[in-house]
């Protein structure tokens, strides 16, 4: 009769357990196959991205569209580009697509007037931070739904080849979770499709670069 009070207190102590863990799981399906990838450029570190595609974990293939990076406006009052103070840029739904293992990118740096290419392996942590981003309801505000409505990654590009990667987690907080050193593109801009001509770079990223210059080791 001892054993059994034991057990039933035992298993008792389980169900207990196993409520308090789930009580921060959301109602979202964690098994969804879309997430959004966004992909930046410090601000007047202006970019343009040729192309991007990511390779999931089952081995798919998925390409994201590209385009123009590190905008700016002439407020020149600081050193806006320094460092990666502005992280997000536009945002790409990836539909059908596993979480990723890892992202090919080739893009110009305009302002350096080089183009760079490379993968970019994505670590089992940033995927964990991802699953959780929609899996669970942020502590801080157990009574409302998860902060993210889908997993979301994002691709940061820089001078010098430097590429950074962070994910969110169900509280909004931003981790990076990878840095990288590309190579150089020996085609050039376009794969040698544009005579080795770049985009124009905008007067607003001249006259930024020209007071504070490209703060290269500052990503």
């Known amino acids: ?11 008792g102590f389980l ?8 009580s921060f799981l959301s109602d979202s399906d964690p ?13 007047y570190m202006q970019s343009w991205a040729e192309m991007v595609v990511v390779e999931d974990l089952k081995g798919r293939s998925f390409r994201s569209p590209g385009g123009v990076l590190g905008s700016g406006n002439d407020n020149l009052e600081r050193e806006y580009a320094k460092g990666w103070n502005s ?10 697509a596993d ?30 931070f991802m699953r959780g981003s929609v899996m669970r309801k942020c502590p801080g ?7 993210n409505h889908s997993a979301q990654a994002i691709l940061g590009l ?10 969110g ?26 005579s080795g001509k770049y985009r124009p770079i905008k007067e607003q990223s001249k006259r930024y670069i020209e007071r504070y210059g490209i703060p290269y080791g500052s990503w």
């Open 1 to 11: 009769m001892k054993r059994l009070k034991t057990l039933a207190l035992f298993v």
């Open 15 to 22: 169900i207990l357990c196993s409520c308090t863990s789930d």
């Open 31 to 43: 098994k969804g196959d879309t997430w959004s990838l966004e992909i930046f450029s410090p601000p």
């Open 87 to 96: 992280i997000g840029g536009g945002s790409h739904i990836l539909t059908g």
């Open 99 to 128: 979480l990723p293992k890892r992202i090919y990118v080739r893009w110009q740096s305009i302002i350096e007037q080089k183009t760079y290419k490379g993968w970019v392996d994505i670590p089992e942590e940033a995927r964990q």
């Open 141 to 147: 505000w157990p009574e409302r739904r998860p902060a």
């Open 158 to 167: 820089a001078p010098g080849g430097v590429v950074g990667v962070w994910v």
């Open 169 to 194: 987690d169900n509280c909004l907080n931003r981790h990076q979770v990878a840095r990288v050193h590309v190579g150089i593109e020996p085609l050039g801009p376009y794969q040698g499709q544009s």
